[in-house]
C-alpha cells in the first residue's frame, strides 16, 4: 500500500476517533455515577436509537471483514455464517428481548437470580459472560491487525500488535469514562456508516455487473478456480463427515447463540419499557437483515472483481476482502477514486470494530462487576463501588483480549466469532431459557446448565484443530488434537441443556414455585419491572 492510500485512511481514522473521543468526554462531564447510568445509560434511549445501537453492536468486523472474505474464498459454504446471524434473530425476538428486559437490570445474571440463590447462579453467569465477551473480543482484536496492518502497507507482526494494543486501549477509554451512554452514541454513529458504505460498495458491484446477478455468480466461479463447485454445497464443510458436522454444529451455534450473547442481552436494558425492547429488536432485525443480504453481493463481487488468490495474497484468512474490492471498484491501486474508496472503507471497518469491542467490554465489566464482584464480597457492594470495579474491569479484560488478539492473528475473524457463538449457546442459553420458561427449575440446575456448557465448549476447543495439529493452528508445532470438529456446538449445547436438567431432577432443594410465578407474571405484563 502506497503512501497515498494511508494518508487518507490515516486521516479519517482520526477524525472518527476524535469524534468518538469527543462523544465519550460530553458524557462523562454529563454523568452522575449511578449504576443505571453506567450499566444502562439510563434507560433513556426510544427504540430507533437503541435499533440502531443493536445493529452497530452486531454489524462486526467478523460480519463486515470475516463474513465478506469467507464467501470470497469458499463461496456457497461462505454464505452460512451470514445466514445464520440473521435468523438467530428470530430467536432473540420470540422468546427472549422482551422477557429479558421485564426480568433483568443489568446482566444476565438478573434473570436467572430473580428466582433462585443469588451468589452461586450470579459466579457462574458472570464467569460464562466474561468468557464468552473475551472470545468475542478476540476476534474483534484479530480483524483491527489485518486491517490496519494492510491499511500501513506493512503485513508484519509489529504493525499488527500495534493496532490490536491501540485498538484495546480506545476500548478502555470508551468504557472507562463513557459507559453504556457512550458506548451507545458510538454504535448508533458507526451503524450509519457501515450501513451506507455497505449501501455504496453494493451499488457499485451490481453497476459494475450491470444490475445481472447471474453474470457475477458465474464470473466470481470463474476466477475461484473451483467452477460451478464454487457455487454449491461442499467446498468447505462437504469433503468428509467431520466436515459436515462441522457444517450443523457452526449453524447450530449461530442461530442460538445470539440469544445468550452478553452485550447484546444489556442493550434491551437501555429501553424503559419490554414493549420498547421488542420494537428495538424490530428495528435492528430490518437494518442487519439488509446489511447481511448486501455482505452476498460484496463476496462474490470480490471473488468476482479482486480474485481469491489476490486476497489470499493480502491476508490468508480473507480478512481484507472488502477493502481490497474497494480499491478496485474505485479504479485501482493508482487512481482517485480508488485511493478515497479505499480509505472510506477502512475508516468504516475501523470504526466497526472500536464500536463492538467497546459495548462487549462494557458487558463483560458489568458482568465482573455486578455479578462476581458483588457475588464474592461479603458485604454489598454500594452503586459506586460496583461502578469503580467495572472501570478497573474495563482494563484488565482489555489486556487479556489484546494479548490473545495477538495470539490469534492468522485466524478468521468470522470464525473466532462462531467460537463465541458456540460458548453462548452452550452455557448462556440453556440457563436462560430452563429459568425463563421451566416452573421446575432449580439454583443446582442453573449452575450445572452454565458450567455444563461452558466447560466441555471450552475443552473441546482446546482438543481441536483451531488450537494444534494444523498449519493454521495457534499452535502448529505441537498436536494435542483430539477433536475432529473446529465448532464444538454440536456436542456442547446438547450437554448444556441436559446438564440443567440433570442438576434439577437431582437436586434436593425443591424449585421455588412462588418465586417462578411471580418471575412469570412479571416477564409477561411488565408488572414490577425496573
Known sequence: ???????????????????????????????????????????????????????????????????????????????????????????VLFCVAELVRNCGRFTLADVVAARMRERPVRIAAGTSSVTVSVLYLVAQMVGAGSLVAMLLGDTGTAARAWAVIVVGALMVVYVAFGGMRATTWIQIVKAVLLLGCTIALTVLVLVRFHGDLDALLRTAAERSGYGPAFLAPGLKYGGSWSARLDFISLGLA??????????????????????????????????????YLMTVVLGFGAAAVVGPEAVRGSNAAGNTAVPLLALKLGGGAQSTGGTVLFAVVGAVAFATILAVVAGVTLASSAAVAHDLYASLRRRRA??????????????????????????????????????????????????LMYSLFWRGFTTRGAVWAVYGGLVPALGLVLLSSVVSGSPESLFPAVDFQYFPLQNPGIVSIPLGFLAGWIGTVTSAEPADEAR??????????????V
Open 254 to 291: 449461530l442461530v442460538l447463540g445470539t440469544a445468550g450473547l452478553p452485550h447484546i442481552l444489556s442493550r434491551f436494558y437501555t429501553v424503559p419499557t419490554a414493549r420498547a425492547a421488542r420494537r428495538s429488536v424490530v428495528w435492528s432485525v430490518g437494518l442487519i437483515g439488509g446489511f
Open 382 to 431: 454500594g452503586p459506586r463501588s460496583e461502578v469503580a470495579v467495572a472501570r478497573a474491569a474495563a482494563v484488565g479484560i482489555g489486556v487479556v483480549a489484546i494479548a490473545l488478539g495477538l495470539l490469534a492473528r492468522d485466524l478468521n475473524v468470522a470464525f473466532l466469532v462462531g467460537l463465541a457463538f458456540a460458548v453462548s449457546a452452550s452455557a448462556n442459553l440453556p440457563v
Open 516 to 529: 417462578h410465578a411471580e418471575t412469570e407474571v412479571r416477564s409477561l405484563t411488565g408488572a414490577g419491572a
Open 1 to 91: 500500500m502506497t503512501g497515498d492510500h494511508r494518508a487518507p485512511a490515516l486521516l479519517l481514522f482520526g477524525v472518527f476517533v476524535a469524534i468518538t473521543l469527543a462523544i465519550t468526554t460530553w458524557v462523562s462531564r454529563n454523568r452522575h455515577g449511578s449504576a443505571e447510568e453506567f450499566y444502562a445509560g439510563g434507560r433513556l434511549f426510544s427504540p430507533m436509537e437503541n435499533g440502531f445501537a443493536i445493529a452497530g453492536d452486531y454489524m462486526s468486523a467478523a460480519s463486515f471483514l470475516g463474513v465478506t472474505g469467507l464467501i470470497a474464498l469458499c463461496g456457497y459454504d461462505g454464505l452460512l455464517y451470514a445466514v445464520g446471524f440473521l435468523v438467530a434473530w428470530l430467536v
